[in-house]
């Protein structure tokens, strides 16, 4: 069983910046990030498998930033530019299915997230 606790989130207005953390309790091959907004569906933000390999949605692509310290088992992610339809909760998950970074159903473990507020 893995544990994650994320912390960062916080309210921020557009263009602003905010780094949410992930510390895991234990380790799995794939960690990411996933945020869900208000009356939609949990979507794939960033996702890391432990050898490097990143991958993004289209969304925040250039903006956000996904990065593991291995030392500390944390998982960061950067969010740069930020702008309203950001807001959301952002999950952490961590797990050791298929190839696939972005897939809600690859992961295993989840925290109880983080909220991001990002206003106009």
């Known amino acids: 069983q893995v544990q994650l606790v994320e912390s960062g989130g916080g309210s921020v207005q557009a263009g602003g910046s905010l780094r949410l953390s992930c510390a895991a309790s234990g380790y799995t091959a794939k960690m990411g990030w996933f945020r869900q907004a208000p009356g939609k569906e949990r979507e794939g933000v960033a996702g890391m498998w432990r050898s490097g390999t990143t991958d993004y949605s289209d969304s925040t692509k250039g903006r956000f930033t996904i990065s593991l310290d291995n030392a500390k088992n944390t998982l960061y992610l950067q969010m740069n530019a930020l702008k309203p339809e950001d807001t959301a909760m952002y999950y952490c998950?961590?797990?050791?299915?298929?190839?696939?970074?972005?897939?809600?159903?690859?992961?295993?473990?989840w925290g109880q997230g983080t909220q991001v507020t990002v206003s106009s």
């Open positions: 998950a961590a797990g050791s299915g298929s190839w696939r970074l972005l897939d809600i159903n690859d992961y295993r473990y």
